[in-house]
C-alpha cells in the first residue's frame, strides 16, 4: 500500500482559496493573508483550523478530488471528475475489476480507477509519449491507497497486452483506430468507455463501433452547475464548465 | 459474497427496448416480437444474442446501471447514476471506507455504496418506514457483490448507533434536523453529500450546516444530455431529464 | 390590417390545461371538466373567468406564442418560440426590415417575422412543397396582425426573387446548397440565421460558409430550463425539450 | 428618428476581437495588431474590410446585439439579449405596442423594447438613481432608431403614471413591493415579466403573484450554449455563462 494520500493536506480559505500541500516536504506555504511553513501545518488535526493575519485558514486531508483539481500535475486536458464519476460508473468498476485504459496522459483517471478497483483489483495504463508516461506514474503514485496499477509505455495500436479484461477506457485523439486491439482484450460483454472531445470524434467512433460488433448504450455529456452557498440569495454561479468531452459507452458483442 | 449480480441477465432489444431477467425464476419474458423462457436465457452466452420472430436480441450480464435503472423495485423516488456516480466521487468513496447513510429509500444508492467500498468496508444504513426497510434490503441482496451493507429500521433522528464513519449520505426530506447526528458520526475531516429536490431545502440545509460547523465545498446540480447514437445525424435527444436533485457537500470542522 | 389575432382565445385550467379557440366559429369546446360554447366564450372579458363544474377557467386573448404553441396546425417541426426569439435578436429584425425565408414550413417562424416586422416591413418566405405553402398561408393569416408577407411556392434554390435584403432565415434539409443564392439576396454586412437539428449539418453549413464569405458571429443551441411556480418548493420540471436545434448566424462579407 | 445607430460601426480581427465605434468622433481605434482612424474607418463601406499589419479586419453597421454587448456603458448588469430576446417574445411585444418597464437600468432591455415596439410604439420606464436614469437615456438615444421612449426618474413604488399598458417588465430589488403598482398600470389580461437573479426572489415573486391576482404562465431561465465555429472539431465553448437571471411570466386576472 502507498501512503501518498496520508502526506497531503488541503488548505481552505477565503473567496475560495483552495491549497493542496504536501507535508512531507518542508517548505513555505504562501495564503492571501501571509503564509504557514508545511511543518507548522503537518501539526494541525484533520478539520482543524489555524490563524494568519487575523483570517482563518482550514486544513483537511486532501481527498481524490481536491488532489486531481488542486494538485496533479497537468501537461495534458485531464478527465474531469464530473465525467470520471460517471464514467466509473457506465463501465461498472468496482474491487477487484481488471481494467486497461489509454492513454494515461497525466493519470487522473488512471487514479480515479486505482482508487475504485483496490487491492483485489489491477488497472493496466498505457501512453506511449514518455514525458506523459513518467509523469502520470508520479501523478498516480503520490496519491493512490493501492499498488494495483501497471504502467506502459507503448501506444495500444502496438497491441494490448492483456486479455479477458473487465472494461476498458479510452481516451486518444482517433479512438477509431484503436477498436480492434480493444475488442481483443476485454472479455465477453466487457464494457467500453470513450471520450472524445469533439462530435466529429463521436461520429467516427460510432461508425467503428458498429463495424466491430459493440452494442453502445449511450452517448452522453455531462454538466455539472454549482451555485453559490449562500442561503438567502441562493443562484448558480456566473459562469461554469460548459464543454469537457463527450462520452460514449458500450459492451462487446460476440465471442 | 452474494451472488445476486450473478443471476440477472439484461436482454437488449430494438427501438430501446431493454429488459432485466432474473435467471433463476422460470418465466416466459414477453419481447417487442414474441418472447424467450428465463431457461433458454440462461443458456446464452455473455455477449450473445438469439433471434425471435426474425429480430435480433443480445444478452448481457446485468450491471450495476441496468439493475438500479431497469429491475430495482422503486417505492421511492431513487438516486439517479448520474447523481450517485458524483456524490461517491465527491464522498471520496473507495474500498475499506466506513460509510453512513440515511434514508434509505428504495436501496439505489445503498447498493452504489456497496459496490464501492468492498469487502473491507462497510455500509450503515438506516430507514425508518418499515415497508421501504424491506423493500431496500430485497433491492441490496438481489444485487450486491459484498456482504457489507447494515440496515437499520429507524429514523437517524433517534440516533445514529456508529461513530468514526468516513462519510454521511443525507437523503430526507428535512435534512437540516439530521445535521447535529451526524456530525457525532463522523470522525473529523469526514465527509457529508446531502441530496434535496427543491431550492428552499437547499437554503434551509446551508443554514444548518453553517450553525452545526461543517464547511461547505460545493453546491451542484448535475445534467446528463443523451444523444441519439447515428453518426450521420449525431444530435441530443429531443427530450432529457430536466431536474432530480440539488447536491450538497461538505467536511467536519473542529472535533 | 388582418384581425386573425382578435378572434383567438386562450383558456387556462387546473392542472395546465390550455386550450386556444376560434371564438368566430360556433362550436362546444370541452374542458377537463365540462365544457362552453365559443359563443359564451366570446362574451367572457379579457382576463375574466368561468366555472365548469365548480372548477374556474381564465379566458385572455390569445398572444403569439400560446397560439404557436397550442394553435397552430403543424406538418413540420416548427421554430419553437425559445429558439425564435433569438433568432429574431441575433438577425436584429425590427419595425421596417425587409427580411427572407426559406423554407416556410408550417408558418411559425414567418408569423413571428410578421409580428416582428410590421406595417413598413415585408416578409418573403418560400416553401417548395404545395401542402406546407398552403397549411402555412392559413396558419399567418390566422393570427399575423400585419398584412406583410409574401409567400412564394418555389425552392429558393431555383432563385431567390428579391434583392437587397436586411436579413435573411434558412430551415432547409441542405443549407450549404442556397448559401450562393441568399449571397445574391441579401444587401452588403445583411445578416444571416440558418437552423439545423444535427450537428453533421452545423459542419457542413460552416464549410459553405466560409467558402461563400460570410463572417460567423455565432453556433449556438439556446436551452429553456422551466420551473414549478411553487414558492415553498421551488425547483425546476423533472423533464425538458433537451434539443429542437443549433442555430448558426453570420454576417455577408464584400459586395 | 434618432440616427444613433447609423453612426456606429462594429470592427471584426482575429481570435474573436470585436469593438463598437463610434464614427462621428474623431479618434485613433487601437486594434490587436496595430490601429485605424474612425474617420478611415467611415470610409469603408458595409461589409467591406481593410488591413493592419498584414492582418484583415472586416466592417459592418453596428447591430442592437453588437451595441449592448460592446458598446452600452453599464453601471448595473444589464439584460442579456439570449434573455431579453425572450422577454420580448413572452411579453408578446410588437410594433405599436405601449410598453412599460422598471428599473431602467443601464438601458439595454429599453432599447431592446425601443426597437421592437417601433414608431406607432410607446415604452415608458421608470429609475430612481438619477446616475443610471441619465446614464440609460445616453445609451438608448446613442442608438435606438425610433423616439419612442419615455424616461421618468422615480421609483415605480410612488406610483405609475401610465395606464392600460400592454406589458410591462420588472427588474428591481423587491419585485414584490411593486405587483400592485403594476397591477394599476396595466390593462385588462395585461402581460407581465420579471427577471429576478436568486431563487429566492423567485419565491417571494410568486408568493406576490397570487396575492395580487396574477396568472403565472412561466417561470424559467434560457441557457445560451456557443460552439466554436470550426467544422473539423466542431464542440462548444469551454466556458459558458451559467447563470444571469431567472424570468417570471405571467397575465393579470380580472379588473
Known amino acids: 500500500m502507498h501512503q501518498g494520500f496520508e502526506t497531503k493536506r488541503v488548505i481552505i480559505g477565503p473567496d475560495g482559496f483552495k491549497k493542496v500541500v504536501d507535508i ?31 483570517v482563518e485558514y482550514y486544513v483537511f486531508p486532501c481527498d481524490t478530488f481536491d488532489y486531481v483539481m488542486h494538485y496533479l500535475k497537468r501537461h495534458t486536458q485531464i478527465v474531469y471528475p464530473k465525467d470520471g464519476a460517471y464514467i466509473l460508473m457506465r463501465l461498472d468498476i468496482s474491487p477487484g475489476k481488471r481494467v486497461g485504459e489509454a492513454g494515461t496522459g497525466s493519470g487522473a483517471f488512471t487514479l480515479y480507477l486505482s482508487m475504485a478497483v483496490g487491492n483485489e483489483g489491477k488497472v493496466y495504463t498505457y501512453e506511449q509519449r514518455e514525458e506523459f508516461y513518467k509523469l502520470a506514474e508520479k501523478n498516480i503514485k503520490g496519491f493512490s491507497k493501492f499498488d ?77 452547475r454549482q451555485y453559490k452557498p449562500v442561503p438567502e440569495r441562493l443562484r448558480p454561479d456566473d459562469r461554469m464548465i460548459g464543454h469537457t468531452a463527450y462520452m460514449i459507452f458500450g459492451r462487446k458483442i460476440g465471442e
Open 148 to 224: 494495483n496499477v501497471v504502467t506502459h509505455n507503448k501506444s495500444i495500436l502496438d497491441g494490448i497486452e492483456e486479455r479477458d479484461l473487465d472494461a476498458f477506457f479510452l481516451d486518444i485523439r482517433e479512438p477509431e483506430e484503436a477498436i480492434p486491439e480493444i475488442r481483443k482484450a476485454l472479455k465477453p460483454a466487457g464494457h467500453l468507455g470513450i471520450l472524445v472531445p469533439t462530435t466529429n470524434q463521436v461520429a467516427e467512433t460510432l461508425k467503428a463501433l458498429e463495424e466491430h460488433k459493440f452494442y453502445v448504450s449511450e452517448v452522453v455529456e455531462i454538466l455539472a
Open 24 to 54: 512531507t516536504v518542508p517548505k513555505r506555504v504562501n495564503l492571501p493573508t501571509g503564509h504557514i511553513d508545511s511543518t507548522s501545518l503537518a501539526q494541525i488535526p484533520p478539520g482543524g483550523s489555524f490563524v494568519a493575519n487575523d
